[in-house]
């Protein structure tokens, strides 16, 4: 009997591993990209497959054929690839199954999944749960949107493992069986509106990922989030909150700079915030989902509490760099949308230079604008938004910014006006794309610049 043919398009990271996958699970896989200026020697020398497994995959770039779609059992997309262009609503027309690497991934999962989604803060709730589930002695997988793909480990895991996955609203448009023992929303706003369409739509996005959960099951939620109240009363699973702006009778809620836990209103003192080494309230919010997460799947509290007092920001996020001439610099090139970089000035207590504006992806700046609340002393803008971000600073009555023509002259120009006792921060509130391949570059360059100075 001929083997299943899949088709994975998409020759990225996640394609890749999506293809090592299926043919190391008996399968068939046609690697697919509209580029048909790659090299098909270089994408087969990505493959980690020896060469007869190699022989298990065709790649197609351009255009495919009548014949090699009829061929086909089934479609994985990797998150990059829209799930509504013409030509995958062609083959979702032919009947072919179309899904995605986490959905692949989860069909050969034999432990448990703990699962966060959510516009902001994922990548470092994502980091410090995955510490907390390794201190326990576990053997552990951190995967997903955190830039390992799901694929690669899917295979090691056993019934005692555990995977914690940071999970985008792109990849959880092709999720069918996908089922996180405990998942967790930590906010949602508006972002991704180039490729969703609607904010519906990508609330739907996010909320999907308790969509095969059961009351057995746990989703952890923002109490403070404008689409929380709506959702408890649809939820299937469990539902823990966190709050950072009050106290809560059951769950968990910042007060008095400490954060607590609260059942039936017998409120417990878990840890003061400065105990912890990350900054801003945003922090705090990821801190308590994480232990929120960790607690309901069994973790000892006191585990729990030592990982989160140890635990250092996450690589481009409001990462400090370095102080030249007494200037603190800051790395926040994860701030790719106006609520992320929100967060990243709050967390700065100097007057801040602040560097922003790349790829347009439909954003509005009012409310990031808003924020600058007399710590932003110069706004240094570039790329593609900059004209935008100054039409709308200038509607809130903020004048002082200044257009560079790259990140270079970005950094000069800081260098050369802050002065001691101020900060500069890298926090762009857009998207890398146009100047970088994406914001992990965006920022080690941004590092590079400082530590050059």
Known sequence: ???????????????????????????????????????????????????????????????????????LSGVVLSPGVPTDTEFVNDLRDRGLPISGEIELAFEQEKGAVLAITGTNGKTTTTTLLGEIMKATGRKTFVVGNIGNPYTLEAEKADADSVTVAEISSFQLETIHTFRPRVSAILN????????????????????????????????????????????????????????????????????????????????????????????????????MAAIAMADAYGVDMEVILG?????????????????????????????????????????????????????????????????????????????????????????????????VDDLQQAVDYCAEHAKEGEAVLLSPACASWGMFPNYEVRGKMFKDMVNAL
């Open 188 to 287: 949602i706003t508006p972002d991704h509106l180039n490729r969703h369409h609607t904010m519906e739509n990508y609330v739907k996005a996010k909320q999907d990922i308790t969509k095969n959960q059961t009351k057995e099951d746990y989703c952890v939620l923002n109490a403070e989030d404008p689409y929380t109240d709506a959702f408890l009363k649809t939820c299937p699973a469990t539902v823990i909150l966190f709050s950072s702006q009050r106290e809560l009778a059951d769950g968990y809620f910042y007060a008095d700079e400490c954060i607590y836990k609260a059942v039936q209103g017998k409120k417990q003192k878990l840890m003061n915030i400065h105990e912890m080494r990350l900054l801003g309230m945003h922090n705090v919010e990821n801190v």
């Open 1 to 71: 009997m001929e083997k299943e043919k899949v088709l994975v398009v998409g020759t990225g990271k996640s394609g890749i591993a999506a293809t090592q996958l299926l043919v190391k699970t008996g399968k068939r896989s046609v690697l697919f990209d509209s580029n048909a200026e790659l090299d098909k020697d270089e994408i087969l020398g990505k493959l980690s497959l020896s060469e007869d497994e190699k022989k298990q995959v065709e790649i197609v770039l351009g255009d495919l054929t009548e014949e090699e779609k009829k061929a």
């Open 307 to 403: 990982v989160v007092r140890d635990f250092k920001a996450v690589e481009h996020r409001i990462e400090y760099v370095k102080t030249v001439r007494g200037v603190d610099y800051y790395n926040d090139s994860k701030g790719t949308n106006p609520d992320a970089a929100i967060k990243g000035i709050g967390a700065m207590v100097k007057p801040t230079y602040l560097i922003g504006g790349g790829y347009d992806k439909q954003s509005e700046y009012d409310e990031w604008i808003e924020c600058f609340n007399g710590k932003v002393r110069k706004l240094v803008l570039l790329g593609q938004t900059r004209e935008k971000i100054a039409d709308c600073a200038k509607k809130h009555g903020f004048t002082d910014y200044i257009f």
